[in-house]
């Protein structure tokens, strides 16, 4: 109940055009799916997050959507830019015992090209 | 606001010397505390977690232990390193309670040679 899978693995395109990452999950009581970027050789930073309580939220350029039924989530980037270029990850929380846990995707590497 | 510390930020060390990586967090009370390892160009393992002063969870069996001396620091250690211990460790923290954010540290780079 604890994996995530993860694609693609790797995704080029050119500036100004959107970027698609999605994520699958299988613990169906996962609640929440936070989405992380992180730039070569600093920790990941997190970039925007959803709750089980709703389909989507967006925030600017970056936007996250649900699908509860069929356990997968995506992260949408729209005119993309250079800046963008970077590592993203997903996640989902699953609770064990005490606390609450998150398990990661296996990471996409974006690369906006000119 | 709350910031975390960590440090080293690189750090080259011989198979079989000892490791302690420290990690600080600032601005909040009683987070949950986390340790994470990330291979080159891989995703991020869990290693440790800690809802309290000395408790810690374990995730892997491995080389590594943590431990948690105050509210606020969580110490990653071991008493002699493998060569397959390097990686990017990366310490986070969380406020108490359900889907709260994760926040990262910039990570350790470690290179064990």
């Known amino acids: 109940g604890e994996n995530v899978e993860q694609h693609p693995s790797t995704l080029s395109v050119q500036e100004g055009d959107s970027a698609v990452i999605k994520c699958t999950y299988s613990?169906?009581?996962?609640?929440?799916f936070p989405w992380y970027k992180q730039e070569l050789g600093k920790g990941p930073q997190l970039i925007i997050d959803?709750?089980?309580?709703?389909g989507e939220k967006k925030d600017q350029r970056i936007a996250v959507t649900l699908n509860k039924t069929a356990k997968h989530f995506s992260l949408h980037i729209t005119e993309t830019q250079p800046e963008d270029s970077a590592v993203y990850f997903c996640?989902?929380?699953?609770?064990?015992?005490?606390?609450?846990?998150?398990?990661f995707g296996t990471g996409t590497r974006l690369q906006v090209t000119l | 606001s709350q910031t975390i510390h960590q440090w080293p930020a690189t750090l080259v060390q011989p198979v079989g010397s000892p490791l302690s990586l420290e990690c600080t967090v600032e601005?909040?009370?009683?987070?949950?505390l986390y340790w994470y390892r990330q291979a080159a160009g891989r995703g991020l393992q869990l290693l440790f977690y800690?809802?309290?002063?000395?408790?810690i969870s374990s995730e892997v069996p491995q080389n590594l232990s943590a431990s948690r001396p105050q509210d606020r620091q969580f110490i990653l250690s071991s008493k002699k390193l493998l060569l397959s211990d390097s990686g990017f460790y990366l310490c986070?923290?969380?406020?108490?309670?359900?889907?709260?954010?994760?926040?990262f540290g910039n990570g350790t780079r470690l290179t064990v040679t």
């Open positions: 613990d169906s009581a996962s609640n929440y």
């Open positions: 601005g909040t009370s009683n987070p949950n």
């Open positions: 800690s809802v309290g002063i000395g408790q």
């Open positions: 986070a923290w969380r406020v108490r309670g359900r889907n709260s954010p994760l926040h």
């Open positions: 996640a989902h929380q699953f609770l064990t015992g005490t606390a609450s846990k998150l398990t």
């Open positions: 959803i709750r089980s309580n709703v």
